[in-house]
């Protein structure tokens, strides 16, 4: 969303000292670690064996009404993971292996499957898209990246025997493609020989940068996102946003977690701004890349019952944080006036983190 000038200022403001409106888009009983995905008119959120996406009204409202979300036509078998946004397509990775395709109808507002890919057996734990390939990270250690189906054939079951294999021998945690589409970065869990951190080009099937730096054991990177083609940022196991530039092959700049804890997701709006979710407290941070300090926390959910649980994955844009927790799905609004503040960066001790009165 772009604001009008004056407005600007504003809700830079909200963000900056913690004036915003929360609300509550799902509740739900059973414990899962969802993921999340934005758009300028939709916000969709995986987790289970379902897939919802909420219509954003101007680019920015939410529709909450249960009636009029997309949901996929029948259970598929298996958890989302993660899925990515191709065309007018959703295509959902499974803990079973199984990828499958939904086609979107934004006239009927459903999800409806296409295709199902059935030749991995192994957890889909990160999936990206370009336009002539899926690219697919499992459990077992496998990168696997094939053509995208030919949507006008009537078989719905596809087994592909032409994909290209790339074995990690260390379990992929994720994956993105840059934003040229010639080549993808993958986050490992870091507990082997191998370095955590791959950049492989789509084309040639091997890797094409490494990043030199002295890796911990166990230092596993759980989420990256793509500045620009030359510039990706990660997060994981060891408490840091690394930022990477390619054309050097070095991490530039880094941020440790104001709280020492894993780092289970990350945002950008691919300019200065980024925002992480952590594994304790519902907690999520705003960073500034110009600066070395965190800017603002937020404690996305306050209730005693579900302060604990992680937030698994976080996007934004100029006026909304949204927020996937364990429980729940949550979205901050900052575009609001007259609202409390909650600064918690003001009371924060470095030495000592947050006074407990604060959490």
């Known amino acids: 969303m772009i604001l009008h000038p004056r407005a600007t200022w504003f809700v830079s403001y909200n963000w900056h000292y913690g004036i915003y409106k929360r609300r509550t888009i799902i509740t739900q009983k ?32 939410l529709d909450y009404n249960f009636d009029w979300c997309y949901n996929p036509e029948s259970y598929i078998g298996g958890d989302i993971c993660k899925f990515v946004l191709w065309k007018n397509f959703v295509i959902c990775g499974y803990t079973n292996g199984t990828i499958n395709y939904f086609l979107v109808k ?46 006008d054939m009537p078989e719905k079951k596809i087994y592909n025997e032409s994909e290209i294999c790339i074995s990690l021998t260390d379990k992929v945690r994720s994956l993105s493609i840059d934003p040229m589409g010639v080549k993808f970065a993958v986050g490992s869990s870091g507990i082997t020989d191998i370095p955590p951190l791959h950049i492989i080009d789509i084309e040639c099937y091997t890797s094409v940068d490494t990043m030199q730096h002295e890796w911990k054991h166990g230092a596993g990177i759980l989420d990256m996102v793509w ?14 946003i690394r930022k990477w530039d390619l054309r050097t092959g070095r991490c530039v700049c880094s941020w440790a977690d104001p709280t020492d804890a894993t780092l289970y997701c990350i945002s ?27 800017v603002q926390l937020y404690y996305v959910n306050t209730k005693p019952s579900s302060q604990r649980s992680p937030i698994y994955s976080v996007q934004f844009d100029s006026t909304r944080l949204y927020c996937a927790t364990d429980k729940h799905m949550i979205e901050m609004d900052f575009s609001v006036g007259a609202y409390q503040k909650f600064d918690y960066k003001s009371m924060y001790i470095p030495s000592r983190g947050l006074l407990s009165s604060c959490i």
């Open 227 to 240: 500045d620009d083609p030359n510039t990706l940022l990660t997060c994981g196991y060891d408490t840091y």
């Open 268 to 294: 950008s709006d691919h300019q200065y701004s980024m925002i992480t979710g952590t594994q304790y407290n519902c907690l999520a941070v705003l960073w500034d890349q110009r600066k070395n300090d965190f």
């Open 106 to 151: 934004g006239g009927k507002r459903k999800c409806r499957i296409i295709k199902k890919l059935l030749n991995n057996h192994s957890c889909v734990n990160a999936i990206d898209a370009t336009s002539e390939n899926i690219i697919a990270g499992l459990e077992c250690g496998e990168i696997k990246i094939q053509r995208h189906p030919n949507m």
């Open 30 to 61: 059973k414990r899962l670690m969802p993921y999340l995905k934005l758009t300028n008119n939709v916000v969709w959120w995986g987790g289970g064996n379902k897939l919802i996406g909420f219509e954003r009204d101007d680019g920015v409202m």
